[in-house]
């Protein structure tokens, strides 16, 4: 089913409003219990504060009476996936707050993020509210993108290349090898930053083009879930950038035998050309 324009710019401004309270949440409270109970293949996945559970009730507050009305499933971070996403046509995704890690340490790099997406695993919505900088990020497909609710087009700087990974992806043994790889692309200097959430990671690199952010393939369960790129990956596709798994297919962001991305990697490029010569470089690497 392919939802009426209005229906999705309606669910979009809902969206809108629940990220907006959520980062005004953030932003006005520090962490007060912080527990390692969740699973995860590193520490940023593992992290939990009671924040954490608050913003998300306040998401699903505002999002509430979008369920009956459009018959819509969900998939959070903080709940249970009840399989849902798997029946209806469509599901909200949702983040309270991704970079929970950095949000921790005090550090930028955390954001609150709600995505919808198709039965497909199609993003049609993707909200990220950075609470820190207090600038709102979206997207609707078909409908463009978005920086503080005016149309957004992407710079291109000269003179160098930027590329962000998360901090667990800079302890792979490939990493070395792909920044190698990155510096022999004709760019020039080659920056890089591993301290944000993927969420953040992927916002700086449209922030910063041209630039990458990259997840290598991995064997361990892990690698990022479906709301780290949901939202993103919406807004990516609606600037015209390049959003794929490591080979270049599209990201499958509603995989029944897993929510987690480890086994094909991801890739953001802000171009296609960048993206071509990444794919190219990781046959080196995996």
């Known amino acids: 089913?392919?939802?009426?324009?209005?229906?999705?710019?309606?669910?979009?401004?809902?969206?809108?409003?629940?990220?907006?309270?959520?980062?005004?949440?953030?932003?006005?409270?520090?962490p007060k219990e912080i527990r390692q109970d969740k699973a995860g293949d590193s520490l940023a996945s593992q992290v939990l504060t009671e924040v954490d559970g608050h913003c998300q009730e306040m998401i699903l507050a505002t999002l509430e009476p979008?369920?009956?009305?459009?018959?819509?499933?969900?998939?959070?971070?903080?709940?249970?996936?009840?399989?849902?996403?798997?029946?209806?046509?469509?599901?909200?995704c949702i983040d309270p707050i991704d970079g929970t890690l950095p949000y921790i340490e005090g550090t930028s790099g955390y954001a609150t993020s709600i995505a919808l997406i198709s039965r497909e695993g199609v993003p049609f919505i993707g909200v990220v509210y950075d609470p820190i900088e207090h600038i709102l990020y979206h997207a609707i497909r078909g409908q463009g993108a978005f920086r503080n609710e005016k149309p957004w087009t992407l710079g291109h700087a000269q003179g160098r290349l930027f590329m962000n990974t998360d901090r667990s992806v800079a302890g792979q043994p490939e990493y070395p090898a792909l920044v190698a790889g990155l510096e022999r692309l004709g760019y020039g200097r080659l920056e890089t930053t591993t301290h944000g959430g993927g969420v953040m990671n992927a916002i700086?690199?449209?922030?910063?083009?041209?630039?990458?952010?990259?997840?290598?393939?991995?064997?361990?369960?892990?690698?990022?879930?479906?709301?780290?790129?949901?939202?993103?990956?919406?807004?990516?596709?609606e600037l015209g950038a390049h959003v794929s798994d490591i080979h270049g297919e599209p990201l499958d962001l509603n995989n029944a035998d897993s929510i987690y991305m480890n086994r094909r990697g991801v890739l953001y490029a802000t171009d296609a050309e960048l993206a071509k010569k990444i794919i190219a470089l990781k046959e080196e690497l995996i």
């Not at 018959?71 to 971070?77: H, I, Q, W």
Request: hydrophobic share 45%.
């Open 1 to 30: 089913m392919k939802p009426k324009t209005d229906d999705l710019i309606q669910l979009c401004n809902v969206a809108i409003k629940a990220a907006r309270k959520a980062g005004a949440h953030i932003s006005e409270t520090r």
């Open 204 to 237: 700086w690199a449209l922030e910063n083009a041209p630039a990458c952010y990259v997840r290598m393939p991995k064997p361990k369960v892990g690698g990022g879930a479906f709301w780290d790129f949901a939202a993103t990956a919406c807004i990516y596709r």
């Open 66 to 92: 979008t369920f009956a009305q459009h018959d819509l499933a969900l998939l959070t971070e903080e709940s249970p996936d009840d399989g849902s996403r798997l029946v209806k046509d469509f599901f909200w």
